[in-house]
């Protein structure tokens, strides 16, 4: 990677220009969604994580500290949720340094992390990813919307359907 990456906390005049860069590359990430993360952020909900390439917007994550997932919740392990890079920055290591700056993070409060990913072609890189930085699947299956399916649920493949994972910090 070439230039300078700065990862920082997003800012409120963020939101827009990281909905443009992501409609740019045709895909529907709404201001009122940063709007949101901002105020998540400053209610210490979420820490979210901003990553700029000369000072480009190139990619964020989200850490949730509190997950909706029962199985995180229950156990007090913070998620990393909503973790993008755009197109055009994938693979030059972006995603790793923003990987390392959320455990980092997490670490300081606990020792496992917990994140998921969509179990379809769209999120490969994803599932290549956490595998290779040492998750590993908690043992609950298919996730639908924070609930591990059962055995004769019919589901449709869509984002809402994830596998969930923890690593050691």
Not at 6 to 27: H, M, N, P, Y
Request: positive net charge; hydrophobic residues 35%; charged residues 30%.
């Amino acid at each position: 990677m070439k230039g300078t990456l700065v990862l920082r906390e997003i800012r409120e005049t963020d939101c827009e220009r990281i909905s443009e860069a992501f409609r740019k590359q045709g895909w529907d990430k709404p201001v009122s969604q940063f709007e949101k993360y901002f105020e998540y952020q400053l209610k210490g909900d979420r820490d979210v994580i901003i990553a700029e390439l000369d000072t480009e917007f190139v990619g964020y994550l989200t850490i949730k500290w509190q997950s909706d997932y029962l199985f995180f919740k229950k156990k007090g392990i913070p998620e990393i949720v909503d973790f993008n890079i755009l197109k055009k920055y994938q693979r030059l290591g972006i995603g790793t340094k923003l990987m390392d700056e959320a455990e980092a993070r997490i670490k300081k409060v606990s020792n496992l992390a917990g994140i998921g990913f969509g179990v379809y072609k769209d999120y490969g890189a994803a599932q290549i990813l956490y595998i290779k930085r040492g998750y590993i699947p908690d043992g609950n299956g298919l996730v639908k919307n924070s609930v591990p399916l059962k055995y004769g649920d019919v589901i449709t493949i869509d984002h809402s359907i994830v596998f969930c994972l923890t690593k050691k910090l």
